[in-house]
């Protein structure tokens, strides 16, 4: 396909602006002459794709790939296949995901120009984040937003935009697959990036892990709670996020919320609240009024420790429960100023 490739090289810019024109002018267009473009939109955005993914038998041109990458910021088609999307069938729509995708990867000259193309033009990003809200596009959007958010400047922008609250919501719709997706997309916003996490986290602690408390950890949903503690642990034990940790372990009402949930008749956010729970008892900073909860709990919670284990063997659960409970059962009341 190399030299096929060659042979479509010189071609590429006309096939991008031949689907941008044809993108542009779909609702123009009468009802069956509507049908025969959509087709070759279609078909278009598959020549694409294959242009920069190959297929089974044959590799992409880097070469080609840059130049059509090129071709696709410069004529504003990227903003096209964002904002047409609800326009195009679903075989296209796949495909477009998958371009859209790919772009995020491609370099030209050594540079990701979809990263500098999506700061100067930030609002497709607003669009991608409201996409959750209409389930036909849902997942489309949501593949695509991930994919743009492996450029830090661009995660930093969402956190810091005010989009992220919206997430919050987006995880509790009803619809289950939109919400997971949701689910996924919030986890790589709060994870992928771990010095623009750690800023964002502390320059916005209140408001942040009160609208994770309220809305995530004391869902009525249980698949959001169980996503929503294992996600604690993995941002409170994350490096970066020491000082955002030890804020959080020194409050006595997150280890209320932790304390409920190991009450939780399933295992699995038992286990997940637990991994939490030992940072709390683990702090040797630990405030006064943390010291007299556990105290006041301890007969309560080594009763509850005693029978505590996983399912399948796990030695460094074993010896994390065996140290909390030492702790437990060591501690000694203080005063509280």
Request: contains cysteine; charged residues 30%.
């Amino acid at each position: 396909m190399k030299g096929l490739f060659k042979g479509k090289s010189k071609n590429s810019g006309g096939l991008v602006r031949v689907t941008k024109d044809l993108l542009l002018s779909l609702d123009m267009i009468p009802g069956p002459k509507r049908e025969e473009k959509m087709a070759e939109i279609t078909r278009n955005i598959r020549e694409i794709k294959f242009t920069l993914y190959g297929n089974s038998e044959y590799e992409p041109v880097p070469e080609i790939c840059a130049q059509i990458t090129q071709e696709i910021f410069q004529d504003g088609a990227f903003r096209l296949f964002i904002q047409c999307l609800p326009k195009l069938d679903l075989e296209a729509r796949k495909d477009t995901t998958q371009v859209v995708a790919n772009l995020q990867r491609q370099q030209v000259h050594s540079r990701l120009i979809a990263s500098d193309y999506l700061e100067a033009n930030k609002d497709l990003l607003d669009i991608l984040i409201a996409g959750y809200e209409n389930t036909d596009i849902a997942l489309h959007y949501g593949a695509m937003f991930r994919e743009c958010i492996r450029h830090q400047s661009i995660a930093r922008y969402v956190l810091e935009s005010g989009s992220v609250r919206k997430f919050f919501t987006y995880i509790e719709l009803p619809n289950f697959d939109v919400a997971s997706d949701a689910s996924a997309t919030f986890k790589e916003l709060l994870t992928r990036h771990k010095s623009t996490v750690a800023d964002f986290l502390t320059k916005n602690y209140d408001w942040f892990f009160q609208e994770y408390n309220c809305k995530l950890l004391e869902s009525s949903n249980y698949i959001t709670r169980r996503q929503a503690v294992k996600l604690l642990g993995e941002i409170l034990l994350e490096r970066s996020n020491v000082r955002v940790m030890m804020r959080y372990v020194s409050s006595k009402e997150n280890l209320r919320i932790m304390m409920n949930l190991l009450r939780e008749p399933s295992k699995n956010i038992q286990i997940e609240a637990f991994h939490v729970f030992k940072v709390f008892v683990a702090n040797v900073n630990k405030p006064p009024e943390i010291v007299t909860i556990l105290v006041a709990n301890r007969t309560k919670l080594l009763r509850f420790f005693s029978d505590f284990k996983t399912e399948k063997e796990d030695e460094q659960f074993d010896q994390d429960k065996a140290q909390v409970v030492k702790e437990i059962a060591n501690l000694e009341p203080r005063d509280q100023a």
